[in-house]
């Protein structure tokens, strides 16, 4: 550009520089794009929300980690109860493993009686001590986790109360036989049952959830689970609120996309999403129900929390997905190069890494269980 034409455009940057009206609609955006990232911090993110994470401290000789889950606990309180999240996260983040590795590991938290459900890709365990029960499901692998979202489909199967997720269901019929009897084995009837997973492992552990409390069976203390789609139709969800009301908490960690899919199902329960350094508590806000009841489809809101992507949201994803080309990354198998926090989010450590956080800094005034206060 000649010194000439420079000197043309410098009183109209000046005037520019000088307008109200320029530095007015800048803060608008400022503030638009700020509001943004407060709602979904994930649209502006490209690298995870944790980097080093914290992993739970080695327990003092005696005591057992899944203590806390031999008694009740109430999940409507806004201050979370972290004692028997931290060990029903360790438990979630176990089922990635099996036979021997998976055995000592779960000793090493107190449970000694094993029970494990393998069922192609798909895989469950049932573990206990004489005071509590637990039952797992696995998530879908994650390196595998790209390829799955390409893939999964919207469609559900009619139940009593509902409808859910055809694809959760359907797997969890294939092991559900085995876990209720295993269930029964290990002494569930006279024991605390808790059910818990990651991922598509929590989609099916409220399944199974649902499915003790269609058949008045096993009568679960409390699911909790980690990074779960949307799994049930607004009508399944009004019925699992009211009936898991303090018992059903699931944590949503950061852009973590999972959570967000599936379009036109809903969530329900509590919801606790880690973000910003802190913590989000959500009830779900009750919907105003159909004349007939029959007709209460309408999904659960939860204000200011992750939204469900719409169905073309969902369909934009899974193109953007497909298109991807694959990186090798060290350490690890191949990733989408778009966006690593998206997926990044969804890994199980960076869920345990926020709940040893928040444990460590609420220690001195935890909530207690059921009946405690």
């Not at 410098?10 to 400022?30: C, D, E, Q, T």
């Not at 359907?170 to 036989?177: D, E, V, Y």
């Not at 969804?346 to 460590?360: C, E, L, N, Q, R």
């Amino acid at each position: 550009m000649s010194d000439g034409n420079f000197a043309k455009r410098k009183p109209f940057l000046r005037r520019v520089l000088a307008s109200r009206s320029f530095w007015f609609v800048l803060g608008v955006i400022i503030a638009s794009v700020f509001w943004i990232w407060r709602h979904d911090p994930s649209l502006f993110r490209f690298t995870p929300t944790v980097v080093n994470h914290k992993q739970p401290k080695e327990p003092d000789p005696g005591v057992i980690v899944v203590n806390p889950l031999a008694q009740k606990w109430d999940f409507d309180n806004e201050k979370v109860p972290w004692e028997p999240i931290l060990p029903l996260a360790q438990i979630s983040e176990s089922a990635y493993s099996e036979g021997y590795e998976l055995e000592s590991t779960l000793k090493k938290l107190g449970l000694t009686k094993i029970s494990e459900f393998p069922l192609g890709s798909m895989y469950a365990y049932v573990a206990s001590n004489d005071r509590t029960v637990v039952v797992a499901f696995r998530g879908t692998n994650l390196y595998e986790l790209r390829d799955w979202l390409i893939d999964a489909r919207i469609s559900s199967d009619p139940v009593e109360h509902g409808r859910i997720h055809r694809g959760f269901y359907r797997s969890t019929q294939g092991l559900l036989k085995g876990i209720v009897e295993a269930v029964q084995e290990h002494g569930g009837e006279t024991k605390l049952v808790w059910v818990t997973g990651h991922s598509l492992g929590g989609a099916m552990a409220l399944v199974f959830t649902y499915e003790c409390i269609a058949s008045g069976g096993i009568k679960p203390a409390g699911l909790v689970t980690f990074g779960q789609p949307l799994v049930v139709n607004g009508q399944l969800a009004h019925f699992l609120n009211s009936e898991l009301k303090g018992r059903y908490l699931r944590f949503v960690h950061g852009g973590d996309l999972v959570p967000r899919v599936f379009p036109t199902f809903s969530h329900c329960g509590n919801l606790v999403w880690f973000i910003n350094d802190g913590y989000k508590f959500r009830r779900p806000e009750m919907v105003a129900r159909a004349a007939n009841d029959d007709d209460v489809t309408s999904a659960i809101a939860y204000s200011g929390g992750p939204e469900p992507m719409t169905e073309a949201e969902f369909e934009d994803w899974q193109k953007r997905l497909r298109d991807q080309p694959r990186r090798l990354r060290r350490k690890r198998r191949s990733a989408p190069v778009e966006a690593p926090a998206f997926i990044e989010d969804h890994y199980m450590i960076g869920y345990i890494h926020w709940i040893v956080t928040f444990s460590d800094r609420e220690a001195d005034s935890p909530p207690g269980p059921v009946g405690s206060r």
